[in-house]
């Protein structure tokens, strides 16, 4: 064999080790994320009323179809990359493809993902939405839309969703940005010209309340309501889920 022949050889033998090394990667995200699935579906399965038309939760709660008709769910925003809609003859649908990372930049869906919450319950229907763990995705966009819908600040919106939903954590790159719009809500720009002035009170609230979700989203990160174990059995399912979406993001699928 020349030397050409030899390095195209060696050159298939590393494509198919890749290729099969994607496959059996694809095959354990598969695996993971059923497991994951039928877990939430189990222990966290019921959607959370946040406000009057306006649900919260897990992969769990938007498999639960019984539960999804008994409230009169009409519309259901996924705001994941790797889940798809689950019944989509029965519901109206939207999906947001994003990873739960730091980085993502969740903001720039903010607007479409309002209309579609508000498009939902003025046809009369309710809306739910949901990501994965129904702890940080959802989480942001249900927080984001109840600041922009009532004018609300960071705190007192996050302060009602975790009175409805207490397993909320934002990762911290979500807390960022919702800190960044709760200030364009409030008229500061990136300049801050104009800036209506707070009260130290205010900013001391406020940082306060940044540092409280900080601490919440950093340790109590596998902390879950209605479990038999919640600190282990939902521990599991946030490395697990972290798992799979960065599988995802690898594979690009």
């Known amino acids: 064999m020349s030397m050409p022949e030899a390095g195209q050889a060696a050159e298939r033998d590393e494509r198919g080790r890749d290729d099969y090394e994607q496959q059996q990667a ?3 995200v598969a695996l993971m994320q059923s497991f994951c699935a039928a877990r939430y579906r189990k222990a966290d399965n019921t959607p ?10 897990s992969v769990g709660a938007a498999l639960n179809k ?25 519901f109206n ?9 730091p980085d993502t930049d969740l903001l720039k869906h903010f607007d479409e993902c309002f209309s579609f919450i ?25 927080v984001a839309y109840l600041m922009k819908k009532h004018q609300m600040s960071l705190e007192s919106a996050l302060s009602l969703v975790r009175s409805k939903r207490p397993q909320l954590a ?9 800190e960044n719009f709760d200030k364009s809500l409030q008229g500061w720009g990136v300049s801050h010209l104009q800036a209506p002035r707070r009260s130290s009170l205010d900013k001391d609230n406020a940082t306060q309340s940044s540092s409280a979700l900080r ?13 038999v ?11 697990l889920n972290i798992g799979v979406e960065a599988c995802m993001s690898i594979m690009q699928c």
């Open 26 to 28: 694809r095959v354990l």
């Open 48 to 57: 959370c009323p946040i406000e009057q038309g306006l649900y919260l939760g």
């Open 66 to 90: 019984e539960a999804l008709k008994s409230l009169n769910i009409t519309h259901i925003l996924i705001v994941a990359r790797s889940l798809s809609p689950a019944f989509p003859a029965e």
């Open 93 to 101: 649908y939207k999906k947001i493809e994003v990873l739960d990372s």
């Open 118 to 142: 508000d498009e939902a319950i003025s046809s009369g229907g309710n809306v739910l939405v949901h990501c994965f763990a129904g702890r940080s995705r959802s989480v942001t966009i249900v």
């Open 170 to 178: 934002p990762n911290e790159g979500f807390i960022s940005q919702l």
């Open 215 to 227: 601490a919440t989203s950093a340790g109590d990160a596998g902390a879950c309501a209605d479990t």
């Open 229 to 239: 174990n919640p600190g282990t059995e939902n521990g599991i399912f946030a490395e």
